[in-house]
């Protein structure tokens, strides 16, 4: 096609060639005329050469113009031409990418070694140096195989701006699809993973069992088992602002559930050493307890390695802060009665307990909580155990709080419910005294036991008891006072029960100053020569 163009441009020229010599002619005889004219010869104008000179001077013109017409079609073609080849290029390169990028996704080389990279990561954050490192080694990867194209360099070299633009804008979202593609497949197999994880705790923890054991109460096994999703939502994550308070068997932080009841959550910070198939028989047997004056327990998140425990918010704190921190206001003689009588009530009652006798084994004034109106709610269970009905104690691991502690219980390593009762005893005295059974201030060997003991034998309790206590106490600070004697006696069998315990302190609260009490199975004179012999 090109060259039968050519060869009309060619016939063309030569047509205009041999007009040109014609008008040469004609302007030759037209110049002589004029010169004869001049000479006096006359000058006769020819018509016919005259028209053949006008009708060739439009042909001219039109072949002009057929030829402007035969140059900008030409153009037009050449621009065309230009336009499929670049059209051409752009397809050809675009398809060795798509080509590229389908054979390293069906692969799974380059992806699945980004997406599980990143996802073994142990931090948080998805973007993290080794994801950056991974994509920016695939567009390298990329951009090396579009230099490899023949098209692609040439379209550089030639400066085509338009490809390299289109190539770029394409590449580049190629490039945030696979960003935006491995991130969402990131987070949803770090959810895959964090659910796979809490299943199977859920099943170490003996969930299933838990859920039997409390499935013939409805309104329990409804609130019963409590996700970790929602006690994160919770306490924020279990941020540290949100501690209460912390002891040797774990962390108390504050929670508002979905619900918007306020709740107290406890983290432990050590893997529970017995049996998780009687962690949650104990779990399902406090859950039914039901005495105002033990905190209940709400439920329990079985998703982690260590179970979360859910109990309700008490907010007026500890006894331990209401007697031993100076900007509590000083509790009175009648008000540490009446919490000691409400303590004793609930430790009977849990010695007491139909199903399954439960022996707390950590009683301290940190563990007796307070509400508004000063009532006892007893709380943490981290250390309880309970009894079989038909033994009256359980060998076990010593756990408690020095100070606290049954001298016996710590030496035989023998549980039994008088050893609620030597801790009870111990706060009988601190709730006299205003001291604490321990203190980092006290000379070396300093015991409190020892020291009430020692004064009670020599008739000196006045050395020892709280100011206020002697202000406004009568004749049943010696009555609490024997009574606390005979609670920390070193024999265990020695102790009353705690049945007996919270009898004999309603009958001292009640009894005129003057009387003395009668404790079950214990006469008072005898007792008394006993402590001071």
């Known amino acids: 096609m090109n060259e039968s163009n050519e060869e009309g441009v060619q016939e063309s020229r030569h047509d205009t060639a041999k007009e040109d010599l014609v008008l040469q002619e004609t302007y030759k005889e037209t110049t002589g005329a004029k010169s004869n004219k001049s000479r006096g010869h006359g000058y006769m104008c020819n018509p016919t050469k005259n028209q053949l000179l006008h009708d060739r001077f439009l042909e001219q013109e039109r072949e002009l113009e057929r030829l402007k017409e035969h140059i900008a079609e030409e153009a037009a073609k050449k621009e065309a031409e230009k336009a499929e080849l670049a059209a051409s290029i752009r397809a050809s390169v675009m398809k060795e990418v798509q080509a590229m990028m389908a054979q390293n996704f069906n692969q799974g080389i380059l992806f699945q070694q980004s997406a599980a990279a990143v996802t073994n990561l142990t931090t948080e954050n998805v973007h993290s140096p080794l994801m950056v490192g991974t994509l920016l080694g695939f567009c390298l990867l990329v951009l090396a195989l579009l230099l490899k194209n023949d098209y692609f360099l040439k379209s550089i070299l030639k400066n085509d701006y338009c490809l390299i633009l289109a190539l770029a804008a394409g590449i580049g979202a190629a490039l945030l699809f696979l960003v935006l593609g491995t991130t969402f497949l990131i987070r949803k197999l770090k959810e895959q993973r964090k659910k796979s994880i809490r299943e199977r705790f859920f099943k170490q923890n003996r969930g299933q069992l838990l859920q039997q054991l409390v499935s013939h109460r409805t309104d329990i096994a409804e609130r019963m088992i409590v ?307």
């Open 227 to 533: 996700s970790l999703e929602e006690l994160e939502k919770a306490t924020n994550n279990f941020d540290k602002s949100r501690e209460l308070g912390g002891g040797g068997h774990g962390i108390v932080y504050k929670g508002i559930l979905s619900s918007l009841h306020v709740v107290a959550i406890k983290k432990s910070k050590i893997m529970i050493q017995r049996e998780i198939n009687d962690f949650i028989n104990e779990v399902a047997i406090l859950s039914q307890m039901n005495h105002r004056n033990i905190v209940k327990l709400l439920g329990c998140c079985l998703e982690t390695e260590v179970p979360l425990l859910v109990y309700e918010f008490i907010s007026n704190g500890t006894l331990h802060n209401h007697l031993h921190v100076e900007a509590r206001l000083s509790l009175s003689w009648k008000d540490r009665l009446r919490i000691a009588v409400e303590t004793a009530r609930a430790l009977a009652y849990l010695h007491s307990f139909a199903s399954m006798p439960v022996i707390h084994r950590d009683i301290k004034s940190p563990n007796i909580l307070l509400d508004d109106n000063l009532m006892v709610k007893l709380s943490d269970f981290g250390a309880s155990r309970y009894v079989p009905i038909d033994q009256t104690g359980v060998d076990t691991a010593v756990q408690g709080t020095y100070g606290y502690l049954d001298p016996m219980y710590h030496s035989t390593r023998h549980l039994t419910e008088k050893s609620d009762v030597y801790s009870f005893g111990v706060v009988l005295i601190e709730l006299r005294t205003r001291k604490k059974p321990v203190s980092y201030r006290s000379p070396e060997g300093y015991d409190l036991v020892n020291q009430f003991r020692t004064l009670l034998s020599e008739r000196n309790l006045a050395d020892i008891l709280d100011p206020q206590v002697s202000r406004e106490g009568g004749g049943e600070v010696i009555d609490i006072a024997l009574l606390a004697a005979i609670c920390v006696k070193f024999v265990s069998a020695e102790r009353p029960t705690m049945r007996h315990v919270e009898m004999a302190i309603e009958v001292s609260m009640r009894q005129k100053c003057t009387s003395r009490v009668t404790y079950p199975m214990m006469n008072l004179k005898r007792t008394t020569n006993l402590l001071v012999g």
